[in-house]
């Protein structure tokens, strides 16, 4: 069994920072991918971003510049560095990992919130 552990969502003002991260555990195969996606009220899940096993980085558009990812492949940990803080950015910020085996499984987070407020 996989679980995802999220942790450092929260109140934050315009142009602040935010850290998130995500650790995984359980029986993880060496090619995954993990990542963050974020949803709002009345909204879909997006993509923010992802990291490779390999180290392939993919962002949204919307936070190039802005977000960056990292990861440690040894503790399969994922962190989101989040600056310049938008209210757009505010969300339910969920831990995702796509784990190769001889089909993809996909694994959740509980998901952690993001509010950007004055």
């Known amino acids: 069994q996989v679980e995802l552990v999220e942790s450092g969502g929260g109140l934050v003002q315009p142009g602040g920072s935010l850290r998130l991260s995500c650790a995984a555990s359980?029986?993880?195969?060496?090619?995954?991918?993990m990542g963050w996606y974020r949803q709002a009220p009345g909204t879909q899940r997006e993509l923010v971003a992802q990291?490779?096993?390999?180290?392939?980085?993919l962002y949204a558009d919307f936070v190039k510049g802005r977000f960056t990812i990292s990861r440690e492949n040894g503790q399969n940990t994922v962190w989101l560095e989040m600056n310049s803080l938008k209210s757009e950015d505010t969300a339910v910020y969920y831990c995702?990992?796509?784990?190769?085996?001889?089909?993809?499984?996909?694994?959740w987070g509980q998901g952690t919130q993001v509010t950007v407020s004055p």
């Open positions: 995702n990992l796509e784990d190769d085996r001889l089909a993809t499984v996909e694994y």
């Open positions: 359980g029986i993880i195969s060496r090619n995954n991918r």
């Open positions: 990291i490779s096993s390999g180290g392939t980085v």
